[in-house]
């Protein structure tokens, strides 16, 4: 699918973001971008580009964490022909490559500290040295760099260098999580959910139903707008009815009743934090905590919601459901009868 430039939201911590990157972008300084995975780092940073005065000169990015360390440096400032083994002819770096544009460096902290060393350089004097090479050659390139590191703590544990990060650090733009952005995770998923339905060739958007809300605003988001879009195509592409409101979300794609046995070492080292966390990532309901006035109903409400929830899962596949709770196929049917979900 295309690659997604929109920004879509309507919170305020989420247009105050928005606003700070359009005032920045002005400004022929380096920008810091910090956020969670997912949160669009990309896309801020491709706006700092477009709407500066770099506009119609190169945009080069760079992911820092996916090149070995051996590279990086020849990736940053290119290298001389023998300049390392492999090297049969001179290559011209990314600076070289964006020089009167901006260059983007994803993943920033991941940067070795000689590296850090030779960035310093470049940003200071605005030159840079190839590998093999003793001439420097002059460019000219703004730099914005992106993270989900708390930089000045890597510079606390001496992983990050302090007067780089004072250089990089003209202005920091600190992406919401999507869990702060209240309101858009309606708003993001209607966008997604329309959009897969014209895909899918539907008619009409049916829009969503009131258990599939529910369990959108009720889920943490660690993998915050790239998340949500995954889990909205999902549910879309797998519903079989275009004509109904799309009501059952799968969070987990792993969560199966024949996936692999967890290891035995990992199932003991399991902690009720993280047997809860599970539970709220496959939409379960945790148990009640507090005082119950009426055990049965209480009990019965949970195990309502853990069928429905394991219903909704598996697609409404009985058999299946059964099969993931360890019942029988008469023990789900007359479970299922008993709290009318059956219909």
């Known amino acids: 699918m295309e690659r997604e430039t929109q920004f879509i939201g309507q919170s305020a911590t989420f247009q105050d973001?928005?606003?700070?990157?359009?005032?920045?972008?002005?400004?022929?300084?380096?920008?810091?971008?910090?956020?969670?995975?997912?949160?669009?780092?990309?896309?801020?940073?491709?706006?700092?580009?477009?709407?500066?005065?770099?506009?119609?000169?190169?945009?080069?990015?760079?992911?820092?964490?996916?090149?070995?360390?051996?590279?990086?440096?020849?990736?940053?400032?290119?290298?001389?022909?023998?300049?390392?083994?492999?090297?049969?002819?001179?290559?011209?770096?990314?600076?070289?490559?964006?020089?009167?544009g901006t260059l983007f460096l994803d993943e920033l902290a991941t940067l070795s500290m000689g590296a850090q060393e030779r960035l310093l350089r470049a940003v200071e004097y605005g030159e840079v040295t190839r590998v093999g090479s003793s001439r420097p050659i002059r460019v000219d390139v703004r730099i914005v760099a992106a993270t989900n590191e708390h930089l000045p703590a890597l510079v606390e544990e001496n992983r990050f260098r302090a007067d780089l990060l004072d250089r990089l650090s003209f202005e920091v733009i600190t992406l919401p999580p999507l869990r702060a952005r209240e309101g858009d995770i309606e708003v993001l998923a209607t966008y997604f959910g329309q959009r897969m339905a014209a895909v899918l060739?539907?008619?009409e958007w049916p829009g969503f139903g009131p258990r599939a809300l529910a369990a959108m605003e009720g889920h943490d988001w660690p993998g915050n707008v790239r998340e949500l879009r995954n889990v909205i195509e999902r549910a879309i592409y797998r519903w079989a009815d275009p004509e109904k409101p799309v009501d059952a979300l799968t969070f987990d794609p792993f969560a199966s009743p024949w996936q692999p046995a967890v290891r035995e070492a990992a199932a003991k080292a399991e902690t009720p934090a993280t047997t809860a966390s599970a539970s709220a990532a496959t939409?379960?309901?945790?148990?009640?905590?507090?005082?119950?006035?009426?055990?049965?109903?209480?009990?019965?409400?949970?195990?309502?919601?853990?069928?429905?929830?394991?219903?909704?899962?598996?697609?409404?596949?009985?058999?299946?459901?059964?099969?993931?709770?360890?019942l029988s196929y008469d023990q789900i049917r007359h479970a299922l009868k008993k709290h009318g979900l059956n219909q």
């Not at 700070?20 to 400004?27: G, H, I, Q």
């Not at 949970?302 to 360890?326: H, P, W």
Request: hydrophobic share 40%.
């Open 201 to 203: 060739g539907w008619e």
């Open 283 to 326: 939409g379960a309901t945790a148990p009640l905590s507090g005082p119950v006035s009426d055990l049965r109903a209480a009990v019965d409400a949970y195990e309502r919601q853990i069928l429905s929830d394991t219903m909704a899962r598996c697609r409404f596949n009985q058999k299946v459901a059964a099969e993931a709770l360890g």
């Open 17 to 100: 973001a928005v606003e700070r990157t359009s005032l920045a972008a002005a400004l022929d300084r380096p920008v810091l971008v910090i956020g969670e995975r997912g949160t669009g780092k990309e896309l801020i940073a491709e706006r700092l580009h477009r709407l500066s005065a770099r506009w119609d000169r190169p945009y080069v990015i760079m992911n820092c964490a996916a090149m070995p360390e051996t590279l990086i440096e020849s990736e940053l400032f290119g290298h001389e022909a023998g300049a390392f083994t492999g090297a049969t002819r001179s290559r011209a770096g990314r600076f070289e490559e964006a020089d009167g």
